[in-house]
């Protein structure tokens, strides 16, 4: 892929991110992703792929738009495309942290075709990669990501979704004396944030969407971090599901198993302030500033993207305009 095709990444997001960002703290988490999909969708026609969605809004009976296997771009590089267009869909309900618009591409075959079932992760920056295991105990990899960070145990944040599922992962890093950081929604921007030093973040924990996995393993890939998985299915018609996409649900699944070769590209937009990212920012006069990430494994830049918006000039992107 050609490395102009990151900015234009940047402008995929950056069109969905404005579209969901009026919808902060209004409790419609449905009117918000809805309108990110319908933004993010016509921005894709602008963008000079052969992109074919792999991970999206769902089966094609069940997401009008963005749904797996619908083709966007207006030609180019046959291309793979994960999307979340709202990752965090109940944190902009209600005006919490960290809520993003998100996109992954490859090249075709790259990213795993993760079906919408819960994956088991662990994941850590550059410095750990290598060094912890997905079947080690809580204790040993908080022990491992310290040695390789340089710190005390008891300065290292272990970042893990606030759900009862994750109690006893919760109670081991109490009791190992390091310290936690817990999250309601958007393991997409935790996993990524224990790869990047300024986050404070050393490592993620927990279960976790699988398809927001492969997204964040793309990301982690353009920084040389490493994301750790293993499928985990909650009834037999998940792990049925599974089996039907070739996929074993006992497998380890390792890096090149979630995103593999070096033609990755990540793109991320806030929709609210969070550990990686701004919010949009209505700065009056018809204008608004977003804040992006674009990663690009091929060269290992990580670009972050400030950029100012003429709203009256995007009509489509002021709330109820048609």
């Given at each position: 892929m050609?490395?102009?095709?990151?900015l234009?990444?940047a402008r995929?997001?950056e069109?969905a991110?404005?579209?969901?960002?009026?919808?902060?703290?209004?409790?419609?988490?449905?009117?918000a992703?809805?309108?990110?999909?319908?933004?993010?969708?016509?921005?894709?026609?602008?963008v000079?792929?052969?992109?074919k969605?792999?991970?999206g809004?769902?089966?094609?009976?069940?997401?009008p738009m963005?749904?797996?296997?619908?083709?966007v771009?207006?030609?180019?590089?046959?291309?793979d495309?994960?999307v979340d267009?709202?990752?965090?869909?109940n944190?902009?309900?209600?005006?919490l942290?960290?809520?993003?618009?998100?996109?992954?591409?490859?090249?075709r075959?790259?990213?795993?075709?993760?079906?919408?079932?819960?994956?088991d992760k662990i994941a850590?920056?550059?410095e750990?990669?290598?060094?912890?295991?997905?079947?080690?105990?809580v204790?040993?990899?908080?022990?491992?990501?310290?040695k390789?960070?340089?710190?005390?145990?008891s300065?290292?944040?272990?970042?893990?979704?606030?759900?009862?599922?994750?109690e006893?992962?919760?109670k081991e890093?109490r009791?190992?004396?390091?310290?936690?950081?817990?999250?309601?929604?958007?393991?997409?921007?935790a996993?990524?944030?224990?790869?990047?030093?300024?986050?404070?973040?050393?490592?993620?924990f927990?279960i976790?969407g699988?398809?927001?996995?492969v997204?964040?393993?793309?990301?982690?890939s353009c920084?040389?971090?490493?994301?750790?998985?293993?499928?985990?299915?909650k009834?037999e018609?998940?792990?049925n599901?599974?089996?039907?996409?070739?996929?074993?649900?006992?497998?380890?699944?390792?890096?090149?198993?979630?995103?593999?070769g070096?033609?990755l590209?990540?793109?991320?937009?806030g929709?609210?302030?969070?550990?990686?990212?701004?919010?949009?920012r209505?700065?009056?006069?018809?204008?608004a500033?977003?804040?992006?990430l674009?990663?690009?494994?091929?060269?290992g830049t990580?670009r972050?993207?400030?950029?100012?918006?003429?709203?009256?000039?995007?009509?489509?992107?002021?709330?109820g305009?048609?």
């Amino acid at each position: 892929m050609e490395r102009v095709l990151s900015l234009e990444f940047a402008r995929v997001t950056e069109a969905a991110s404005m579209s969901a960002a009026e919808y902060m703290g209004k409790g419609d988490k449905e009117g918000a992703d809805q309108a990110a999909v319908d933004a993010m969708r016509r921005a894709f026609d602008t963008v000079k792929i052969d992109g074919k969605v792999v991970i999206g809004e769902g089966e094609k009976d069940e997401a009008p738009m963005l749904y797996i296997g619908e083709e966007v771009g207006e030609g180019g590089d046959k291309v793979d495309i994960a999307v979340d267009p709202v990752e965090g869909t109940n944190l902009i309900a209600k005006g919490l942290p960290n809520a993003l618009a998100v996109i992954a591409v490859g090249a075709r075959g790259a990213l795993l075709h993760a079906p919408d079932i819960y994956m088991d992760k662990i994941a850590v920056g550059k410095e750990a990669k290598g060094k912890v295991s997905l079947d080690a105990s809580v204790k040993e990899n908080l022990n491992a990501v310290a040695k390789a960070n340089g710190k005390k145990l008891s300065e290292v944040v272990a970042i893990v979704l606030d759900r009862p599922r994750h109690e006893h992962i919760i109670k081991e890093i109490r009791e190992a004396g390091a310290r936690i950081k817990l999250i309601s929604d958007g393991d997409v921007s935790a996993a990524i944030a224990a790869a990047i030093p300024d986050t404070g973040i050393d490592i993620l924990f927990g279960i976790g969407g699988a398809p927001e996995g492969v997204l964040a393993a793309a990301a982690l890939s353009c920084v040389d971090g490493e994301m750790q998985a293993r499928l985990k299915p909650k009834d037999e018609k998940q792990e049925n599901k599974a089996k039907e996409m070739g996929l074993d649900v006992d497998k380890f699944l390792d890096m090149e198993d979630l995103v593999s070769g070096d033609d990755l590209m990540f793109a991320a937009t806030g929709i609210t302030d969070g550990d990686l990212l701004r919010g949009v920012r209505y700065e009056g006069n018809y204008k608004a500033r977003t804040h992006s990430l674009v990663m690009r494994k091929k060269t290992g830049t990580m670009r972050y993207v400030s950029a100012i918006h003429s709203l009256d000039k995007k009509p489509q992107y002021i709330m109820g305009s048609e």
